[in-house]
């Protein structure tokens, strides 16, 4: 049973960081790829980042481009989303997710419905 739990959210001010986290269970980061999902009130879930642990390569919304950073430790089963520079619209409920593709040449990075496995999720809260 593949399991993905999210922590690390949280409030913060604008400008601030955050580093979430995304423990996978149940299999290994070896073959597929995680991405991050976020959802605020009223909006569709939107992609916000990957990384394929096939081969390291990474993916970003231009939202976040420059601010995010996306990373796997593949000894703990873990990736990371770090969270500089935040921003209110950044605010939302943040989702990890596992796909079987590697999106270099099938699936879609930023589609929700390329990802078969997600976590329950962590608000995100950025405000002053």
């Known amino acids: 049973q593949v399991q993905l739990v999210e922590s690390g959210g949280g409030l913060v001010q604008p400008g601030g960081s955050l580093n979430l986290s995304c423990a996978v269970s149940g299999s290994t980061l070896d073959y597929y790829a995680i991405g991050w999902f976020r959802q605020a009130p009223g909006k569709e879930r939107e992609g916000v980042s990957c990384?394929?642990?096939?081969?390291?390569?990474?993916h970003y919304a231009d939202s976040v481009k420059g601010r995010f950073t996306v990373s796997g430790d593949n000894a703990k089963n873990t990736v990371y989303l770090q969270m500089n520079s935040l921003k209110p619209e950044d605010t939302a409920v943040y989702y990890c997710?596992?796909?079987?593709?590697?999106?270099?040449?099938?699936?879609?990075?930023?589609?929700?419905?390329?990802?078969?496995?997600w976590g329950q999720g962590t608000q995100v809260t950025v405000s002053s």
């Open positions: 997710a596992q796909s079987p593709f590697n999106f270099r040449f099938s699936g879609t990075w930023n589609a929700p419905h390329d990802y078969d496995y």
């Open positions: 990384i394929t642990n096939s081969d390291g390569s990474t």
